[in-house]
Protein backbone atom coordinates (compact mmCIF):
# COMPACT_ATOMS: atom_id res chain seq x y z
CA UNK A 1 0.00 0.00 0.00
CA UNK A 2 1.19 3.37 0.79
CA UNK A 3 2.36 5.11 -2.30
CA UNK A 4 2.74 8.05 -1.15
CA UNK A 5 1.07 10.96 -3.01
CA UNK A 6 4.19 13.02 -4.22
CA UNK A 7 1.41 15.27 -6.52
CA UNK A 8 2.95 13.53 -10.23
CA UNK A 9 0.87 13.95 -12.67
CA UNK A 10 -1.22 10.60 -13.53
CA UNK A 11 1.09 8.79 -16.09
CA UNK A 12 1.19 4.62 -16.16
CA UNK A 13 2.61 3.26 -13.18
CA UNK A 14 6.35 2.56 -12.87
CA UNK A 15 6.75 -0.78 -11.66
CA UNK A 16 8.72 -0.52 -8.45
CA UNK A 17 11.62 -3.50 -7.58
CA UNK A 18 11.56 -4.62 -11.18
CA UNK A 19 14.61 -6.82 -11.90
CA UNK A 20 14.50 -7.84 -8.32
CA UNK A 21 11.13 -9.49 -8.50
CA UNK A 22 12.41 -11.20 -11.82
CA UNK A 23 15.14 -12.20 -9.74
CA UNK A 24 12.99 -13.65 -7.10
CA UNK A 25 10.53 -15.53 -9.60
CA UNK A 26 12.91 -16.73 -12.08
CA UNK A 27 10.91 -16.68 -14.93
CA UNK A 28 12.16 -19.55 -18.01
CA UNK A 29 10.24 -20.26 -21.44
CA UNK A 30 7.50 -22.48 -21.05
CA UNK A 31 7.12 -21.48 -17.27
CA UNK A 32 3.56 -20.03 -16.13
CA UNK A 33 3.37 -17.28 -13.61
CA UNK A 34 0.36 -15.12 -11.99
CA UNK A 35 0.50 -11.85 -11.44
CA UNK A 36 -2.16 -10.90 -9.01
CA UNK A 37 -2.17 -7.36 -9.45
CA UNK A 38 -2.03 -6.79 -13.08
CA UNK A 39 -2.27 -2.69 -12.88
CA UNK A 40 -0.19 -1.20 -15.79
CA UNK A 41 1.25 -4.40 -16.40
CA UNK A 42 4.84 -3.69 -15.72
CA UNK A 43 5.53 -6.83 -14.01
CA UNK A 44 3.15 -9.06 -16.65
CA UNK A 45 5.10 -7.53 -19.63
CA UNK A 46 8.56 -8.01 -18.26
CA UNK A 47 7.38 -11.78 -17.52
CA UNK A 48 6.17 -12.11 -21.28
CA UNK A 49 9.59 -10.94 -22.53
CA UNK A 50 11.27 -13.59 -20.37
CA UNK A 51 9.32 -15.96 -22.35
CA UNK A 52 6.99 -17.11 -19.02
CA UNK A 53 3.07 -17.09 -19.96
CA UNK A 54 1.13 -14.76 -17.65
CA UNK A 55 -2.49 -14.72 -16.37
CA UNK A 56 -3.15 -11.54 -14.81
CA UNK A 57 -5.14 -11.02 -12.27
CA UNK A 58 -6.86 -6.99 -11.20
CA UNK A 59 -9.96 -6.44 -9.96
CA UNK A 60 -10.18 -2.58 -11.02
CA UNK A 61 -11.75 -2.88 -14.23
CA UNK A 62 -10.22 0.47 -15.39
CA UNK A 63 -7.13 -1.81 -15.83
CA UNK A 64 -8.17 -3.34 -18.92
CA UNK A 65 -7.12 -0.71 -21.89
CA UNK A 66 -3.32 -2.07 -20.15
CA UNK A 67 -4.81 -5.83 -20.72
CA UNK A 68 -5.94 -5.45 -24.10
CA UNK A 69 -2.86 -4.09 -25.55
CA UNK A 70 -0.68 -7.32 -24.07
CA UNK A 71 -3.92 -9.70 -25.19
CA UNK A 72 -2.39 -7.81 -28.78
CA UNK A 73 0.97 -8.38 -28.59
CA UNK A 74 1.11 -11.35 -26.97
CA UNK A 75 -2.03 -13.70 -27.92
CA UNK A 76 -1.11 -16.83 -26.81
CA UNK A 77 0.92 -16.36 -23.54
CA UNK A 78 -1.16 -13.40 -21.69
CA UNK A 79 -4.29 -14.21 -20.09
CA UNK A 80 -5.85 -11.48 -18.45
CA UNK A 81 -8.79 -12.36 -15.72
CA UNK A 82 -11.18 -9.66 -14.04
CA UNK A 83 -11.31 -10.70 -10.03
CA UNK A 84 -10.05 -10.54 -6.21
CA UNK A 85 -6.66 -12.53 -5.91
CA UNK A 86 -8.06 -13.43 -2.84
CA UNK A 87 -9.49 -15.89 -4.81
CA UNK A 88 -6.38 -16.52 -7.19
CA UNK A 89 -6.34 -20.90 -7.17
CA UNK A 90 -9.73 -20.21 -8.58
CA UNK A 91 -9.85 -17.79 -11.10
CA UNK A 92 -6.66 -19.65 -12.39
CA UNK A 93 -6.30 -22.57 -14.32
CA UNK A 94 -3.42 -24.97 -14.47
CA UNK A 95 -0.06 -25.64 -12.07
CA UNK A 96 2.11 -22.15 -11.77
CA UNK A 97 5.66 -21.39 -11.10
CA UNK A 98 5.08 -18.26 -9.85
CA UNK A 99 3.14 -15.89 -8.02
CA UNK A 100 3.63 -12.13 -7.68
CA UNK A 101 1.23 -9.59 -6.02
CA UNK A 102 2.65 -5.86 -5.65
CA UNK A 103 0.22 -4.93 -2.74
CA UNK A 104 -1.84 -1.59 -3.01
CA UNK A 105 -2.86 1.20 -5.60
CA UNK A 106 -1.15 1.63 -8.46
CA UNK A 107 -0.59 5.50 -9.67
CA UNK A 108 -3.39 5.82 -11.93
CA UNK A 109 -5.66 4.94 -9.04
CA UNK A 110 -3.89 7.91 -7.20
CA UNK A 111 -3.42 10.33 -9.25
CA UNK A 112 -7.29 10.21 -10.70
CA UNK A 113 -9.14 12.61 -8.85
CA UNK A 114 -12.33 10.49 -9.19
CA UNK A 115 -11.32 7.40 -7.31
CA UNK A 116 -11.35 9.66 -4.63
CA UNK A 117 -7.42 7.95 -3.24
CA UNK A 118 -6.04 11.31 -2.73
CA UNK A 119 -5.75 13.73 -0.63
CA UNK A 120 -4.22 16.10 -2.44
CA UNK A 121 -7.00 16.10 -5.54
CA UNK A 122 -10.81 17.19 -5.20
CA UNK A 123 -13.33 14.21 -6.02
CA UNK A 124 -15.75 11.90 -4.03
CA UNK A 125 -14.50 10.00 -0.76
CA UNK A 126 -14.77 6.77 -3.00
CA UNK A 127 -11.51 4.85 -2.66
CA UNK A 128 -13.15 1.90 -4.27
CA UNK A 129 -10.87 -0.58 -6.55
CA UNK A 130 -13.59 -2.61 -8.00
CA UNK A 131 -15.72 0.01 -7.67
CA UNK A 132 -18.58 -1.78 -5.70
CA UNK A 133 -19.41 -2.30 -1.70
CA UNK A 134 -18.83 0.52 0.65
CA UNK A 135 -16.67 3.71 -0.32
CA UNK A 136 -14.90 5.83 1.99
CA UNK A 137 -17.86 8.43 2.16
CA UNK A 138 -20.08 5.38 3.58
CA UNK A 139 -17.43 4.45 6.40
CA UNK A 140 -16.93 7.87 7.40
CA UNK A 141 -20.25 8.86 7.83
CA UNK A 142 -21.59 5.80 9.33
CA UNK A 143 -18.96 4.39 11.76
CA UNK A 144 -19.99 5.24 15.18
CA UNK A 145 -16.87 7.35 16.76
CA UNK A 146 -14.79 4.36 18.49
CA UNK A 147 -15.23 2.14 15.78
CA UNK A 148 -14.27 5.05 13.26
CA UNK A 149 -11.10 6.23 15.67
CA UNK A 150 -10.17 2.45 16.26
CA UNK A 151 -10.19 1.56 12.36
CA UNK A 152 -7.23 5.11 11.78
CA UNK A 153 -5.36 3.84 14.61
CA UNK A 154 -5.40 -0.20 13.59
CA UNK A 155 -4.94 0.30 10.46
CA UNK A 156 -2.97 4.11 9.45
CA UNK A 157 -1.05 4.04 13.15
CA UNK A 158 -2.61 7.40 13.57
CA UNK A 159 -1.92 8.46 17.29
CA UNK A 160 -4.81 11.10 16.86
CA UNK A 161 -7.32 8.67 15.25
CA UNK A 162 -9.31 9.77 18.71
CA UNK A 163 -8.91 13.64 17.93
CA UNK A 164 -9.59 13.08 14.08
CA UNK A 165 -12.90 11.03 14.63
CA UNK A 166 -14.37 13.21 17.00
CA UNK A 167 -14.37 16.41 14.59
CA UNK A 168 -15.86 14.08 11.69
CA UNK A 169 -18.63 13.17 14.07
CA UNK A 170 -19.06 16.36 14.93
CA UNK A 171 -18.55 17.35 11.39
CA UNK A 172 -21.37 15.31 9.96
CA UNK A 173 -23.82 16.21 12.24
CA UNK A 174 -24.30 19.02 10.03
CA UNK A 175 -23.98 17.21 6.44
CA UNK A 176 -22.06 14.54 5.92
CA UNK A 177 -18.75 14.76 4.31
CA UNK A 178 -18.27 13.96 0.76
CA UNK A 179 -15.00 14.79 -0.88
CA UNK A 180 -11.96 14.22 -0.58
CA UNK A 181 -10.46 18.18 0.15
CA UNK A 182 -13.46 17.87 3.05
CA UNK A 183 -12.25 15.28 4.89
CA UNK A 184 -8.22 16.47 4.14
CA UNK A 185 -8.68 19.95 5.47
CA UNK A 186 -11.04 18.61 8.73
CA UNK A 187 -8.40 16.28 9.26
CA UNK A 188 -5.80 19.09 9.00
CA UNK A 189 -7.97 21.41 11.10
CA UNK A 190 -8.26 19.02 13.82
CA UNK A 191 -4.18 17.71 14.81
CA UNK A 192 -2.70 20.63 13.28
CA UNK A 193 0.26 20.66 10.55
CA UNK A 194 3.58 20.75 10.62
CA UNK A 195 5.82 22.27 8.49
CA UNK A 196 8.52 19.45 6.48
CA UNK A 197 6.20 16.48 7.94
CA UNK A 198 3.58 14.58 5.88
CA UNK A 199 0.29 15.81 5.16
CA UNK A 200 -1.65 15.25 8.49
CA UNK A 201 -4.47 13.05 6.27
CA UNK A 202 -1.79 10.61 4.85
CA UNK A 203 -2.13 8.09 7.44
CA UNK A 204 -6.60 8.43 8.00
CA UNK A 205 -6.42 8.18 4.09
CA UNK A 206 -4.28 5.29 4.08
CA UNK A 207 -6.63 3.33 6.91
CA UNK A 208 -9.76 4.08 5.11
CA UNK A 209 -8.27 2.65 1.84
CA UNK A 210 -7.08 -0.53 3.39
CA UNK A 211 -10.58 -0.89 5.12
CA UNK A 212 -12.79 -0.20 1.86
CA UNK A 213 -10.77 -2.64 -0.01
CA UNK A 214 -10.43 -5.09 3.01
CA UNK A 215 -6.98 -4.86 1.81
CA UNK A 216 -5.63 -7.14 4.51
CA UNK A 217 -8.14 -9.88 4.29
CA UNK A 218 -7.07 -9.54 0.96
CA UNK A 219 -3.56 -10.00 1.64
CA UNK A 220 -3.72 -13.22 3.58
CA UNK A 221 -6.37 -15.17 1.46
CA UNK A 222 -4.30 -14.25 -1.56
CA UNK A 223 -1.33 -15.50 0.42
CA UNK A 224 -2.72 -19.14 1.16
CA UNK A 225 -4.67 -19.31 -2.33
CA UNK A 226 -0.97 -18.98 -3.66
CA UNK A 227 0.13 -21.73 -1.61
CA UNK A 228 -2.77 -23.85 -2.74
CA UNK A 229 -1.84 -22.95 -6.65
CA UNK A 230 2.04 -23.07 -6.34
CA UNK A 231 3.73 -26.66 -7.30
CA UNK A 232 6.99 -27.95 -5.64
CA UNK A 233 9.30 -24.79 -6.05
CA UNK A 234 7.23 -22.64 -7.02
CA UNK A 235 8.28 -19.13 -6.45
CA UNK A 236 5.95 -16.48 -4.75
CA UNK A 237 7.04 -12.50 -4.48
CA UNK A 238 5.38 -10.08 -2.50
CA UNK A 239 5.98 -6.14 -2.69
CA UNK A 240 4.27 -4.33 0.12
CA UNK A 241 4.32 -0.69 0.83
CA UNK A 242 3.51 -0.41 5.01
CA UNK A 243 5.20 -1.90 8.04
CA UNK A 244 2.06 -3.64 8.63
CA UNK A 245 1.43 -5.47 5.79
CA UNK A 246 5.30 -6.34 5.31
CA UNK A 247 4.73 -8.09 8.69
CA UNK A 248 1.31 -10.68 7.57
CA UNK A 249 3.90 -11.43 4.39
CA UNK A 250 7.05 -12.20 6.98
CA UNK A 251 5.17 -14.23 9.45
CA UNK A 252 3.44 -15.93 6.17
CA UNK A 253 6.48 -17.30 4.69
CA UNK A 254 8.15 -18.06 8.44
CA UNK A 255 5.70 -19.48 11.15
CA UNK A 256 8.60 -19.19 13.47
CA UNK A 257 8.32 -15.34 13.49
CA UNK A 258 4.69 -15.71 14.65
CA UNK A 259 3.30 -16.99 11.96
CA UNK A 260 -0.32 -19.26 11.49
CA UNK A 261 -0.88 -21.50 14.32
CA UNK A 262 -0.27 -25.33 13.23
CA UNK A 263 -4.39 -26.81 13.97
CA UNK A 264 -3.90 -28.86 16.91
CA UNK A 265 -5.53 -31.91 14.85
CA UNK A 266 -2.02 -32.55 12.85
CA UNK A 267 0.59 -34.13 13.94
CA UNK A 268 3.62 -31.18 14.48
CA UNK A 269 6.36 -32.06 12.32
CA UNK A 270 9.93 -30.80 11.49
CA UNK A 271 8.60 -29.75 7.93
CA UNK A 272 6.22 -27.57 9.34
CA UNK A 273 7.99 -24.74 9.38
CA UNK A 274 9.72 -25.75 5.66
CA UNK A 275 7.07 -24.98 3.52
CA UNK A 276 9.01 -22.10 2.32
CA UNK A 277 12.41 -21.61 2.09
CA UNK A 278 12.35 -17.62 2.29
CA UNK A 279 14.86 -15.29 0.89
CA UNK A 280 16.23 -11.91 2.93
CA UNK A 281 13.90 -9.13 2.20
CA UNK A 282 14.61 -6.65 -0.51
CA UNK A 283 14.47 -3.10 -0.60
CA UNK A 284 14.79 -0.14 -3.70
CA UNK A 285 18.09 1.11 -4.10
CA UNK A 286 18.51 4.86 -3.82
CA UNK A 287 18.48 5.17 -7.53
CA UNK A 288 15.78 3.64 -7.97
CA UNK A 289 13.80 5.76 -5.04
CA UNK A 290 15.54 9.30 -7.11
CA UNK A 291 14.22 7.76 -10.22
CA UNK A 292 10.59 6.84 -8.49
CA UNK A 293 9.69 8.59 -5.29
CA UNK A 294 6.78 6.54 -5.09
CA UNK A 295 8.95 3.58 -4.68
CA UNK A 296 10.32 4.91 -1.31
CA UNK A 297 8.55 2.51 0.93
CA UNK A 298 8.56 -0.81 -0.86
CA UNK A 299 10.29 -3.98 0.32
CA UNK A 300 9.89 -7.55 -1.52
CA UNK A 301 9.65 -10.71 0.07
CA UNK A 302 10.18 -13.89 -1.96
CA UNK A 303 9.93 -17.53 -1.19
CA UNK A 304 9.86 -21.01 -2.79
CA UNK A 305 7.61 -23.49 -2.10
CA UNK A 306 8.32 -27.24 -0.22
CA UNK A 307 6.01 -30.02 -1.58
CA UNK A 308 4.56 -30.26 1.60
CA UNK A 309 0.59 -30.08 1.04
CA UNK A 310 -0.97 -26.67 1.71
CA UNK A 311 -2.41 -24.96 5.20
CA UNK A 312 -6.08 -24.57 5.85
CA UNK A 313 -6.11 -21.01 5.99
CA UNK A 314 -5.28 -19.04 8.97
CA UNK A 315 -5.26 -15.35 10.20
CA UNK A 316 -3.69 -16.24 13.62
CA UNK A 317 0.01 -15.14 14.25
CA UNK A 318 -0.31 -13.09 11.42
CA UNK A 319 -0.60 -10.06 13.27
CA UNK A 320 -2.94 -8.70 11.50
CA UNK A 321 -4.55 -5.35 12.72
CA UNK A 322 -8.14 -5.86 13.47
CA UNK A 323 -10.71 -2.47 14.49
CA UNK A 324 -13.90 -3.81 15.69
CA UNK A 325 -14.22 -6.25 18.35
CA UNK A 326 -10.44 -6.38 19.00
CA UNK A 327 -8.99 -8.73 21.09
C1 LIG B 1 0.56 -1.39 -7.24
S1 LIG B 1 -0.54 -1.74 -8.52
C2 LIG B 1 0.28 -2.96 -9.48
C3 LIG B 1 1.19 -2.41 -10.50
C4 LIG B 1 1.80 -3.44 -11.43
N1 LIG B 1 2.71 -4.32 -10.75
C5 LIG B 1 2.48 -2.77 -12.60
O1 LIG B 1 3.68 -3.00 -12.80
O2 LIG B 1 1.82 -2.00 -13.31
C6 LIG B 1 -1.73 -2.68 -7.71
C7 LIG B 1 -2.86 -3.18 -8.57
O3 LIG B 1 -3.44 -4.27 -7.89
C8 LIG B 1 -4.82 -4.16 -7.91
N2 LIG B 1 -5.30 -4.82 -6.71
C9 LIG B 1 -5.14 -4.42 -5.43
N3 LIG B 1 -5.69 -5.30 -4.59
C10 LIG B 1 -6.20 -6.28 -5.37
C11 LIG B 1 -6.89 -7.50 -5.08
N4 LIG B 1 -7.14 -7.85 -3.82
N5 LIG B 1 -7.22 -8.31 -6.11
C12 LIG B 1 -6.95 -7.96 -7.39
N6 LIG B 1 -6.32 -6.81 -7.73
C13 LIG B 1 -5.94 -5.99 -6.72
C14 LIG B 1 -5.13 -2.70 -7.96
O4 LIG B 1 -6.39 -2.48 -8.57
C15 LIG B 1 -3.97 -2.16 -8.78
O5 LIG B 1 -4.31 -2.10 -10.14
Known amino acids: ?38 GA ?3 SRALLEAGAAVTAIDRDPSVRRF ?8 PSRFNFVAGAFAELDQLVSGP ?14 LDEADRGFSFMREGPLDMRMAGQGESAADLVNTLDETDLANLLFAYGEERKSRRIAHSIVAARAAQPIATTIELARLIEKAIGR ?21 EFGQLVEGLFASERLLQENGRLA ?31 TATEALRWKAAKAVKPSAEEIARNPRSRSAILRAGTRSAD ?19
Open 96 to 109: ADGVVLDIGVSSMQ
Open 238 to 268: IVTFHSLEDRIAKRFFDPDKGGPAQSRHLPQ
Open 309 to 327: PARAISYAGLGVPRFRGAA
Open 67 to 74: ADALSAEF
Open 194 to 214: KPGDAHPATRSFQALRIAVND
Open 41 to 43: GGY
Open 1 to 38: MAKPDTGEQSVPHVPVLLAEVLDALAPLPGSHIVDGTF
